[in-house]
């Protein structure tokens, strides 16, 4: 039945700055079944990148505790963990500078296989390099190109390619499609998607993007400053949205419709710094609801309908 | 006093004919643009749409006489605001970029000089164009910010102390200094997060209409050019292979480019439909195939398509589009009417 | 059949790499003259110095002494002249390219095999490991160069391996701070998180997929310190500390005609213009290098 393959619990991870500590990630929850996908959605600077290189260890979390198929990630030394790395991968957004210009594909890719030994043997090598690239769609006549002679679209095919070289069960992508044009960006979201059904695999997708985030996740967090304001399965988000700044962002999103007069609500106001918020609901200096009990607590994560949890005081009220 | 070019309609400010760009290099010739012509009235906002490689910036950077080194322009006619742009010298030209056309580009992080205030900037722009005394042009620039819903106390401020959001309402203040009667916007929300890009959009849509000004956006993304344009040219290739008002456009589709790149996109309202991407890729300028640019990836293409280049086919007084499938009678794309 | 048709791409794959990198820069090279001349020029040296012992016979035609012909002008049989002791000044510098282009070398990839190691580390551990080697590096460039040659070269006696040393230790903060500067701009590219992300260590990182990627401000460094290591090495002979005489180094040769500068300018004038020549050519590869390893230049 519903597994759950990764949880997070009260993740924060805090950078030291001159102006003092900037909140990157402050107290985030969340946990994935199995095959499924989570949608992480905000602006720039809310910690959704923070969170998928936390996960994987890639920075390391101020505090928190992250359970992998069980396995408290933070607890293990750097040997342990380089064995749960091999099922845990990630997807990056930029295709330019997420390769090594001088790896061709068949170097970058037998590389990895070579180095963790997933492949032994020259020949048992090759064979899963054409099979890699057979599976993410790319023509085997590339096999001896670099990077700089391919199109993005390509590109993060090849980055595709060596995340699931490494047979991961779970894969963070982040931000996998914003550097591409849409029609390509339509190929990379379909392949990722065939990808999950047949290989099983379990996604956190990372997006600024509403519209891509919906086609693609099961449940969707909506971060605002380092904090899950929102979280809960995708249509019912996108139904019944109940936090200001979800609805906010739904209304923002730009829709490829003849629409007479669409009603927008506009946000005032830009986002804050994250660094020493005060305890204060992060959003309400932009928030049309705001009252004073807004500024004085920090709003916890409630629960409001089976798997829907809002970050707000004044739900229900407006 | 010069001579003004008579236009066909008084009503329009910017006509540009077969114009055609091209990058010679050492090795290669670069189509960038191949015979695109465009024609805007005033107070109309056109919406040139398309992804990478398709020739929007060339075609703007063309508008302004700006093509770069070792870029070529050819065109038949470029009248703007009544000036034949194609006469004039290096000295009109300088007179006539931020005047009568100005430009927005998509990085506001990189479009504004780092050591000068933006109120000194602003004034600038309005000095080269304006001669008055530098109080009069401060108190303009204030009066500038004021009107992109920034406080005019933060003139004295230098860009970095503004996000992105505001650096690029400073932009669109510089662009607007001088009053053009054209504006064109290359990709100006690209950089910006979706709620700050609703911001933007609004603010621009506002001033555009108070102004009476006539806007061309460029941009890759159908959803701005749904909220804020009256007609759109869709471009592939450095050709416009559909043009037309919007509801032309996205509600009568005809081209199949425009068909896919629809199918290409997310439909918000309904999740669980398949994407269909375009196969393939955007051919290589320097390498086009010799009949439609479109055809090696289009699902309707036949052998007459990769015979020859399509012409430019009228479906109605404003519906345009260039595919060669429309000689036969009674030849229809998948993507169903909408009204 | 379909494997049968791909293991001939890959069994060559590795060879064809290498092929089009190097003849990418070859390419841009060639556009550039002086590039081309300073490495004709080099070129010629190494293969000169390479036959001397072969061409030359060290004891009787270099370093033999044969007062009856004692400064003769420039003339048919001694194109050059002679020295005060009678040396065919011609095969003298001709032999001595040997020394300058040997010392120029050696000393730099001291320099460079030293520079890199801590600038790499210095580059991709910030903290406390770079502020070290930082500031260590600023005293160690505080130091002017030719003081810290004499003064290595003075503890360690002369020899040309001394000379070697103390001229690449001197280049060493150079390198330093290159590498640095390199390495931190690499270090940051998505492709070296996503290596980390595969478990790969970061020795193997730095090893295989940093340095390489910073090798071409390296390169150009390299042509560069050579250039200066000659002089250097020239500087420090020229005072007695360098290639112990008779050995016809170009910097000891201007030392011994110091005295004759007025009488027989041509005793000083032609390791000179060797010097120069030599310099030369390395400043223009150089420069050429540069411009055809930056990848904005290339298409």
């Known amino acids: 039945m519903a597994e759950t393959i990764l949880e997070v619990r009260n993740l924060k991870k805090y950078f030291k700055t001159a102006r003092g500590m900037l909140h990157a990630v402050d107290d985030v929850s969340f946990s994935i079944e199995k095959g499924h996908t989570l949608g992480i959605v905000g602006e720039s600077g809310c910690g959704k990148t923070t969170t998928g290189r936390c996960i994987l260890r890639l920075v390391e979390p101020t505090s928190g505790e992250i359970y992998f198929e069980g396995k408290d990630i933070l607890s293990l030394n750097r040997s342990e963990m380089k064995s749960i790395r091999k099922d845990m991968q990630i997807i990056f957004q930029d295709p330019f500078s997420s390769l090594d210009p001088r790896y061709t594909i068949n170097q970058a890719l037998s590389e990895t296989l070579r180095v963790n030994r997933i492949r032994t043997g020259k020949k048992a090598i090759e064979d899963r390099v054409l099979e890699l690239m057979e599976t993410v769609g790319l023509a085997e006549r590339l096999i001896n190109t670099y990077p700089h002679e391919l199109d993005g679209g390509r590109r993060q095919r090849i980055g595709i390619a060596r995340a699931l070289a490494m047979e991961p069960k779970f894969i963070v992508c982040d931000e996998p499609v914003s550097a591409l044009d849409v029609s390509i960006q339509a190929q990379i979201l379909n392949l990722l998607e065939d990808l999950q059904e047949k290989l099983g695999l379990s996604y956190i997708f990372i997006t600024h993007d509403l519209a891509v985030v919906n086609h693609f996740a099961d449940e969707i967090a909506v971060m605002y400053l380092g904090q899950i304001v929102e979280k ?48 204060e609901c992060r959003f309400a200096k932009r928030c049309r609801f705001a009252c004073e009990g807004c500024r004085q607590h920090c709003p916890e994560l409630v629960q409001i309908k089976p798997g829907h949890f809002v970050a707000c005081s004044r739900t229900g009220e407006v | 006093m010069e001579e003004t070019v008579k236009t066909t309609n008084d009503d329009i400010v910017l006509e540009l004919e077969n114009l055609r760009v091209k990058f010679v290099l050492e090795t290669e010739t670069v189509e960038a643009v191949n015979g695109i012509s465009i024609s805007l009235r005033r107070g109309r906002t056109l919406g040139l749409a398309g992804e990478t490689g398709a020739g929007k910036t060339t075609t703007a950077l063309s508008l302004l006489r700006l093509v770069p080194y070792p870029g070529r322009v050819e065109c038949d006619k470029l009248v703007v605001e009544g000036h034949d742009v194609l006469k004039m010298s290096q000295k009109e030209l300088e007179k006539y970029r931020g005047a009568d056309l100005a430009m927005i580009f998509q990085d506001p992080m990189t479009s504004l000089n780092p050591v000068f205030t933006v109120g000194q900037q602003i004034a600038d722009t309005i000095m080269l164009h304006d001669p008055t005394t530098r109080e009069d042009a401060m108190k303009k620039a204030e009066a500038m910010l004021e009107l992109v819903g920034i406080p005019a106390a933060r003139a004295v401020e230098y860009p970095h102390q503004f996000s992105g959001g505001m650096k690029q309402r400073v932009v669109i203040a510089i662009a607007l200094a001088c009053n053009p009667g054209v504006l064109i916007a290359d990709e100006p929300t690209t950089a910006l997060d979706v709620t700050i890009q609703a911001q933007v959009l609004a603010l621009m849509k506002k001033l555009r209409d108070e102004r009476g000004m006539s806007m061309i956006m460029i941009t890759h993304d159908l959803g701005i050019i749904a909220d804020v344009c009256d007609e759109v040219a869709i471009m592939y290739a450095g050709r416009i292979i559909e043009y ?64 020859e280049r399509p012409a430019d086919r009228m479906l109605s007084d404003t519906h345009m589009v260039a595919c060669t499938r429309y000689d036969e009678p009674g030849f229809r794309i998948d993507r169903p009417d909408r009204d | 059949m379909k494997k049968a048709e791909t293991s001939p791409v890959l069994l060559t794959s590795k060879k064809y790499v290498k092929q089009s990198q190097i003849r990418i820069i070859l390419h841009n090279l060639r556009k550039n003259t002086g590039a081309m001349i300073g490495l004709g020029i080099i070129l010629s040296l190494i293969i000169v110095s390479c036959l001397s012992d072969i061409i030359f016979d060290y004891d009787t035609e270099i370093a033999g002494i044969n007062i009856a012909d004692k400064l003769i002008r420039p003339c048919r049989e001694h194109i050059f002249g002679t020295d005060d002791l009678g040396r065919d000044i011609f095969k003298r510098v001709l032999y001595g390219a040997k020394y300058s282009l040997g010392v120029g070398f050696a000393a730099t990839m001291i320099g460079m095999f030293i520079g890199v190691i801590f600038g790499s580390i210095a580059g991709y551990y910030c903290g406390l490991a770079e502020d070290i080697i930082m500031r260590c590096n600023d005293v160690l460039s505080a130091v002017p160069s030719i003081l810290m040659g004499i003064v290595i070269v003075s503890a360690l006696g002369a020899s040309t391996f001394n000379l070697m040393l103390a001229i690449g230790i001197t280049s060493v903060p150079q390198f330093v701070r290159i590498t640095r500067a390199a390495v931190l701009s690499v270090r940051n590219q998505e492709y070296v998180e996503a290596l980390k992300a595969t478990g790969m260590s970061e020795a193997r990182i730095i090893a295989f997929h940093i340095i390489p990627n910073c090798m071409s401000p390296i390169i150009v460094q390299i042509t560069l310190r050579i250039a200066s290591a000659i002089i250097a090495a020239s500087s420090l002979s020229f005072l007695g500390l360098g290639v112990p005489v008779p050995a016809p180094e170009w910097g000891s040769m201007l030392n011994l005609g110091r005295q004759y500068v007025r009488t027989a300018s041509y005793l000083t004038i032609f390791p000179g213009l060797a010097i120069l020549i030599t310099v030369l050519a390395f400043n223009l590869l150089g420069d050429g290098l540069r411009d055809a390893l930056d990848p904005k230049l290339r298409k």
């Open chain 2, 244 to 307: 037309g008002t919007l509801r032309d456009v996205f509600n009568h589709t005809r081209h199949p480019y425009t068909e896919g790149l629809f199918n290409s996109l997310p439909n918000i309202r309904s999740r669980r439909e398949k994407l269909k991407p375009i196969p393939g890729l955007m051919p290589d300028p320097s390498n086009l195939p010799k009949g439609c640019a479109f055809a090696p990836r289009c699902r309707y293409a036949t052998d007459a398509c990769r015979a």
């Open chain 1, 232 to 279: 809960a399965p995708t249509e019912e988000l996108f139904d019944n949205p109940v936090h200001p700044y979800t609805r906010a962002l739904l209304s923002a999103i730009p829709i490829p419709e003849v629409m007479e007069n669409r009603p927008q609500t506009l946000l005032t106001g830009e986002i804050s710094s994250p660094i020493n918020p005060g305890n």
